[in-house]
Nanobody
Framework: QVQLVESGGGLVQPGGSLRLSCAAS????????MNWYRQAPGKQRELVAG???????NYKDSVKGRFTISRDNAKNTVYLQMNSLKPEDTAVYYC?????????WGQGTQVTVSS
């Protein structure tokens, strides 16, 4: 079992930045691929960024160059640095830990980009 707790969401103006954090507990963090998903009202949940246990990253096309995912295995934490935020980035952001058929989710943190 893995427990995930997200933090760092909030209200930010267009062009601003936020850093989301996801603290994991309950298992060996380093063996899991870690992902950030988001879900906007009325839309399906979508993958925003992911990082493998080996550190390989991947991004949704619309966030490439603006968002950066990273992990600190010593702190059991994964981060999502979000820069140049746009109103269309508004969503609830979820942390996910995945390994084989196992998948764990956090409770989500709201990100609102608005002037």
């Amino acid at each position: 079992q893995v427990q995930l707790v997200e933090s760092g969401g909030g209200l930010v103006q267009p062009g601003g930045s936020l850093r989301l954090s996801c603290a994991a507990s309950g298992s060996i963090f380093s063996i899991y691929a870690m992902n950030w998903y988001r879900q906007a009202p009325g839309k399906q949940r979508e993958l925003v960024a992911g990082i493998t246990s080996g550190g390989t990253t991947n991004y949704k096309d619309s966030v490439k160059g603006r968002f950066t995912i990273s992990r600190d295995n010593a702190k059991n934490t994964v981060y999502l640095q979000m820069n140049s935020l746009k109103p269309e980035d508004t969503a609830v952001y979820y942390c996910n830990a995945a390994r084989s058929v196992l998948s764990y989710w956090g409770q989500g943190t709201q990100v609102t980009v608005s002037s």
